[in-house]
């Protein structure tokens, strides 16, 4: 009991950095109907920012963990939704109204260019950081040799994600931004007939689905410590998945499916065995959409009379 | 005289290599209703959809209020003040109907959403009964109506109407018709109808014209052009 406690709430720190990864591609779906397949490695240079700027920030002598921590958030979302945004505007745009393919293919080659260009600028070894963020709370301790323990880092990762998705549940469902969002997601030649600048909407799209992987790809450094131009790919797939598993297209979904990917893939590690844990994920993937075609939360593709 | 509203001169556009519009010449004049009636496939609806940008003219010019619009991008001509309620009313499925009539009033920068908003359920008093559920779920002569109250929201200077009358009910389309009457007489309200409901936009429209294969066929007053044989035998007559 105390194990498969502990297992919940490492699951669920996990399954926070995934469902914001997720988030990004269900987005983009939604709005323009491809998968972004560039995304993990936008989350992966969140990472590398992150990293980078932590550096820096210490270099000339911030060195207040609180100060340094917020810093690093704001520099790594800005400079990391910058990178999103220009790759829609480099490799996505021009090539709107091409056939469906095109984009898609276009985006395989933006997370090659995107990872090439970080081993190329940071090398292929890998990057640590020692953990920032230490300390632990024990939450139940009935005396066995079992403790349940919450670690500050996993009480920030969950707490921000919360935040966020407030935040951003808040800007799609009441803002006149969301509301465009929404109406591009819906009709895009619709809203461009009610004076939606439909460009500037999916760069903004863009924009913030890099912003909150950065979060998560920050959260990602302070969490494992060990990050290199490679680990994009993995996380973009889990968060794919996890995109997938929800209903891709919705919000909630892709939360929700990241938190059941983190859980599943803890549960997973701890009952049977590491090397397989991806293995599950992606077999609960399979089942799940044999019976719910369209994932968890998605909407059937009917409509429109 | 005074200077039209919009003026279409020449103008051709195409999907890929084929032609729908070929070479159109069209005016409208303030305060007044234009109908272009016309067979499937015509063209009519290219035609709306050209005055908007998408797809935009090749050849010739498009001219509102004075200004160039031709070569302007959909979002910035509708910002200009003009309003289309589309070909299949393209309502947002999973907004509700405020949200829809706030969308409407995207461009309306300033304007007073409030009294805009009472002037749409004024004209149509369903869509208020209707404010919270999802536009989705409405029926189509209700979904008709809210696609002119959207277009309305914005405070046009010209409306485009395009088949307001489609797979609607008699009563219905009635309804819709003397809506269109009273926002041209009352508030005169520029409108640019596209219509296959013939007779009934003939009779409401000052003038109109009729499009044949991206070509403009004929044109004159709805009274002109309702007795004119050609008119009656190919759009009117057979169960109107």
Redesign the interface.
């Known amino acids: 009991m105390e194990y498969f406690l502990q297992q919940s709430i490492n699951g669920l720190a996990l399954g926070s950095i995934y469902g914001l990864v997720a988030i990004g591609y269900t987005m983009v779906y939604g709005i323009i109907g491809m998968i972004n397949f560039a995304h993990g490695d936008i989350f992966m240079v969140g990472t590398f920012i992150a990293l980078i700027a932590f550096l820096i920030l210490v270099a000339i002598g911030i060195t207040a963990i609180p100060l340094a921590l917020f810093l690093m958030l704001l520099i790594a979302m800005l400079l990391t939704s910058l990178y999103g945004w220009a790759v829609e505007r480099i490799a996505y745009r021009p090539l709107r109204g091409s056939f469906r393919l095109a984009p898609l293919i276009s985006a395989i080659g933006m997370s090659i260019v995107l990872q090439n260009y970080v081993q190329l600028a940071q090398g292929a070894r890998v990057k640590t950081l020692q953990p920032l963020i230490t300390g632990t709370h024990t939450v139940l301790d009935l005396g066995n040799r079992f403790v349940v323990q919450v670690s500050n880092i996993q009480i920030l990762i969950v707490l921000t994600t919360l935040a966020l998705m407030t935040g951003f549940t808040w800007i799609i469902s009441s803002t006149s931004l969301g509301r465009d969002m929404r109406a591009c997601e819906q009709d895009l030649k619709m809203a461009a007939l009610l004076g939606v600048d439909t460009n500037r909407t999916i760069s903004l799209t863009f924009l913030i689905g890099a912003a909150l992987a950065s979060v998560a790809g920050m959260m990602y450094l302070l969490y494992y410590g060990v990050i290199d131009f490679h680990i994009g790919f993995v996380a973009g797939v889990k968060a794919f998945t996890a995109a997938v598993l929800g209903g891709i297209g919705s919000l909630p979904g892709a939360m929700l499916g990241g938190l059941l990917i983190g859980l599943i893939e803890t549960y997973w590690s701890a009952y049977f065995s590491v090397q397989y844990k991806d293995v599950a994920a992606f077999s609960i993937l399979i089942v799940v959409l044999i019976f719910m075609p369209t994932g968890i939360l998605g909407r059937p593709e009917v409509e429109k009379v | 005289m005074s200077e039209p509203l919009l003026s279409i001169k020449g103008v051709s556009a195409f999907y890929g290599s084929i032609a729908a519009l070929k070479g159109i010449d069209v005016e409208v004049m303030p305060g007044e209703i234009v109908t272009i009636i016309g067979a499937n496939g015509a063209g009519k609806s290219t035609l709306m959809m050209t005055i ?1 940008g ?1 797809p935009q003219a090749r050849e010739g010019s498009i001219v509102f209020e004075g200004r160039d619009i031709t070569q302007l ?3 910035e001509i ?2 200009m003040k003009i ?2 309620s ?1 070909e299949g009313r ?1 309502i ?4 509700t109907v405020y ?1 829809n009539l ?3 009033a ?2 309306a920068e300033g304007g007073d959403f409030r009294s805009e908003l009472a002037r749409v359920y004024s004209l149509f008093p369903i869509l208020e009964k209707r404010s919270s559920q999802r536009g ?1 779920t409405l029926s ?1 002569g209700e979904q008709q109506m809210l696609a002119i109250g ?1 277009a309305l929201m ?1 405070r046009p200077r010209l409306l485009l109407l395009d088949e307001p009358s489609l797979g609607l009910a008699p009563l219905i389309v009635r309804q819709i018709f003397s809506a269109i009457r009273d926002l041209n007489q009352r508030e005169k309200l520029t409108i640019f109808l596209v219509e296959q409901n013939a007779f009934h936009a003939l009779k409401l429209a000052h003038r109109g014209y009729v499009m044949v294969n991206g070509r403009i066929a004929l044109q004159g007053t709805g009274r002109e052009l309702l007795e004119r044989p050609e008119v009656r035998s190919a759009y009117l007559e057979g169960g109107r």
């Open positions: 908007c998408n991008p959909t979002h509708m910002r309003a289309q589309p393209r947002f499925p999973r907004m949200e706030q969308m409407g995207a461009t989705g189509g959207r914005s």
